[in-house]
């Protein structure tokens, strides 16, 4: 057994004691929620990894595609909205749609108009043009239909699905929208790459907000099913108040295990066969990658888009545990820079080191908050002694310690463990390297 | 006329207070990137802790009863960007300064910059709790009414007395930065750093002493930026959070590592995002009876809700079209 996976299993079971120790210390049905939304979490890791850890892209927008999924499971697996269906909501809907086509198609014919000879600049305010003609010709058609669906109906409910379909749609459609922005932005360098995805997930985030015809905005859509029976369903049952939560918790916790058990497994296989070499010598020197007749484009667009599918299945799988779908309720800190957290400290390019990076980051981000709300009220009690006034607002203070105790994390992690705690591991050929 | 008038309140001195704040925060941002290259993030945050810091001092000016002809915010503010100066050279000590020694790449000082945003957050969250405060809770904020004798106009042209002064303060500071730049010995070091830091250090540039000098100069200048947009609108932990994209924007569209280009850019920015939101009916009303009728009430490019894509927009845009800014940026 090589040092590296020792140090890996030390770290595993270390993490395990450490989950025990807050089951101990805080209550069971607390401890297990943390352990579903860590597993989550880890998912979404495991995302940003392949993405950054495989393919050096910087996706600073993980907070839209996290809602995007989100948004997807919220809309597969609602039940369905009788009073939507039986108005005009969808036919007009059916008019967006048939906008839409036609400004697409518009935008397609100002693309190829070279071939008919109108090229250099007529060519570009053209196409110009194009996209402001087809931008109105939508315009007049979305106004009027949310303003009548959010009117009659509030919003188009949901497809009644079951929510493991909502997860594999959170999945697809994040696939979708990881294509289209992968296709405009995936040709800039690490620092503009990194600012057009927050600005992509501060849009995709305003859309998601204020398109109450669909998603029904701030108003918030719940409750979310889960793909288990809830709390509520074992109470029912006969099960006292505690038990329940603990057992389907529990089996909520099992479903999302077998998922990020199963995606670790594929993404392994795939990282250590000669794909993931294909991506990691794309990411150390893309030139020489080009130069060996790798497509690097198209290949970096496939990482994105599968780096994204991971990150919506995780949106999904939080949104459905949480049972809410609440727009509003989604930050940058919370949901972007949290990850990007999780995977440098687990270590960027491995992929245990990044789900590692996940449960661990996730149980100091939950915890930081009573650790410091004992420590206030300690610091609070002893300055007291001096005469000093009591700190004031301490709940709501510790509750922003958090922020600072994540900064604080990486810090210290790029300054002393820059390769994270669990590195990624580089497979050289023995005869020709022997100091592995 | 009115309709003018409406327009002017609007968009010109709207772009303008919005512009300046975007202007004075790119600049740092484009003078780090061009000296140290790296995208600065925590540009936001180190913008809302000087805010904080110019509002501290107010307190402190106003609990020991001085008062003067400006509003107070702007009388201590060069105390506050000395403050915020020192400051953002703390936090380069403390945070970058060591990763720059052991060789790392720009990245890894980007997911740093990242880390110090997180804790300046935290912090002032600790300290301020996240209610949202203003700067004009014991003074009142004056308003100029100008009102146009010719053209039958009724409605006047209004401006706070904070805008007038940020305008004002926002030229004083980039002819100062203008000057600094083309006259000055440390000017003349940061460009010839920013154009090729190994030729600099060679031709006998103190190199960590022009580091210096550009965190002191985005500290203050972001110091500045903060205050006045706490001053225009009010003061919160997230205030600059938000504008971090804009402020981006305004940078790369007039290209990374370019003072001047930044400048443009922020006005740029700003005057595009309180042009798309404005409801361009207004100015069709006085031909009322000659418009078809179908054409509707709102005629703003971008709903209110949407303006932050504005900037996105055109960044994307001027990337694609052309990466290296309106002037030619300074290439990683």
Request: contains cysteine; charged residues 10%.
């Amino acid at each position: 057994m090589s040092s590296a996976i020792k140090r890996a299993v030390f770290l595993y079971f270390a993490l395990f004691i450490l989950i025990i120790g807050v089951g101990v210390v805080m209550e069971v049905p607390f401890t297990v929620r943390l352990c579903v939304e860590a597993a989550a979490y880890s998912l979404i890791a495991l995302g940003l990894n392949i993405q950054w850890g495989y393919g050096g892209l910087f996706n600073f927008g993980i907070m839209g595609f996290i809602m995007i999924g989100g948004f997807a499971v919220a809309f597969t697996s609602m039940p369905i909205n009788m009073e939507f269906w039986n108005s005009d909501g969808p036919l007009m809907l059916l008019k967006v749609i048939i906008a839409a086509i036609i400004g697409a198609m518009l935008i397609i014919g100002a693309n190829k108009l070279p071939m008919i000879g109108i090229k250099g600049k007529l060519h570009k305010i053209m196409q110009i043009l194009a996209w402001f003609i087809a931008y109105i010709i939508f315009r007049t058609q979305i106004d009027p239909a949310a303003d009548y669906i959010e009117k009659t109906s509030t919003y188009v409910g949901g497809l009644g699905l079951p929510v493991i379909i909502g997860w594999a749609f959170g999945g697809i459609l994040a696939a979708g929208v990881a294509y289209i922005i992968g296709k405009i932005c995936l040709g800039l360098r690490t620092d503009y790459l990194a600012i057009a995805t927050i600005g992509v997930s501060e849009i995709i985030r305003a859309l998601i907000k204020n398109m109450d015809w669909l998603t029904k905005g701030t108003l918030t859509v719940s409750p979310v099913p889960w793909p288990v029976p809830n709390p509520q369903a074992f109470q029912a049952m006969g099960v006292g108040i505690d038990a329940s939560f603990i057992v389907a918790r529990a089996s909520f916790l099992a479903v999302v295990l077998v998922v990020l058990l199963g995606a670790l497994f594929l993404i392994q296989r795939a990282y250590s066969g000669p794909w993931g070499r294909m991506m990691r010598s794309i990411r150390d020197n893309h030139i020489a990658a080009a130069s060996m007749g790798k497509n690097v484009k198209s290949r970096q667009l496939e990482i994105f888009i599968f780096g994204s599918v991971l990150i919506g299945i995780g949106g999904a799988i939080l949104t459905s545990f949480a049972q809410i779908f609440d727009p509003g309720g989604y930050q940058p800190i919370n949901h972007t820079f949290i990850i990007w957290v999780m995977v440098i400290v687990g270590g960027a390019g491995n992929n245990f080191g990044a789900v590692f990076g996940g449960i661990f980051i996730y149980i100091i981000w939950i915890l930081s908050e009573p650790v410091s709300q004992a420590l206030f009220i300690n610091i609070s009690a002893f300055s007291e002694g001096f005469g000093f006034s009591a700190i004031p607002e301490i709940e709501s203070r510790a509750l922003q310690m958090r922020v600072f105790v994540l900064g604080l994390v990486i810090t210290i992690a790029l300054r002393f463990a820059p390769k994270g705690l669990i590195p990624e591991v580089m497979h050289q050929q023995k005869d020709e390297v022997k100091n592995e | 006329m009115n309709e003018l008038i409406f327009f002017f309140n609007k968009v010109i001195i709207s772009g303008m207070v919005l512009g300046s704040i975007y202007a004075l925060g790119a600049i740092g941002i484009t003078l780090i990137f061009g000296i140290l290259r790296f995208a600065h993030f925590a540009h936001g945050d180190m913008m809302t802790m000087g805010a904080f810091i110019t509002f501290i001092l107010v307190a402190i000016a106003t609990s020991l009863g001085l008062s003067g002809p400006l509003p107070m915010g702007f009388m201590v503010l060069p105390i506050a960007m000395v403050i915020a100066a020192f400051f953002a050279l703390g936090i380069d000590k403390g945070f970058y300064a060591p990763l720059r020694a052991r060789g790392a790449k720009p990245v890894t000082l980007l997911i740093a910059s990242i880390g110090v945003t997180l804790m300046i957050q935290g912090l002032i969250r600790l300290f301020f709790g996240t209610k949202t405060r203003t700067f004009f809770a014991d003074e009142p904020k004056v308003i100029y009414r100008i009102d146009i004798p010719f053209f039958d106009a009724t409605r006047p042209i209004s401006i706070t007395e904070p805008q007038i002064l940020m305008i004002l303060v926002t030229l004083v500071a980039v002819l100062a930065l203008h000057f600094f730049l083309t006259k000055s010995k440390f000017g003349k070091a940061m460009r010839a750093m920013a154009d090729n830091a190994d030729l600099a250090q060679v031709s006998g540039i103190n190199t960590k002493l022009v580091i210096k000098v550009t965190w002191v100069i985005a500290g203050a200048l972001a110091c500045m930026a903060g205050t006045m947009l706490a001053l225009d609108v009010t003061l919160k932990p997230d205030l600059a959070f938000n504008i971090v994209l804009p402020i981006f924007a305004a940078a790369i569209v007039g290209g990374l590592g370019h003072a001047y280009g930044a400048i443009a850019g922020g006005f740029l920015v700003g005057f595009a995002e309180t042009m798309a939101v404005f409801n361009w009916a207004v100015l069709l009303r006085p031909f009322k009876e000659n418009l078809p009728l179908w054409l509707p009430n709102d005629l703003s490019l971008v709903p209110t809700e949407y303006k932050l894509t504005v900037a996105f927009v055109i960044l994307v845009i001027v990337l694609l079209i052309r990466p290296t800014g309106i002037f030619k940026g300074a290439s990683t």
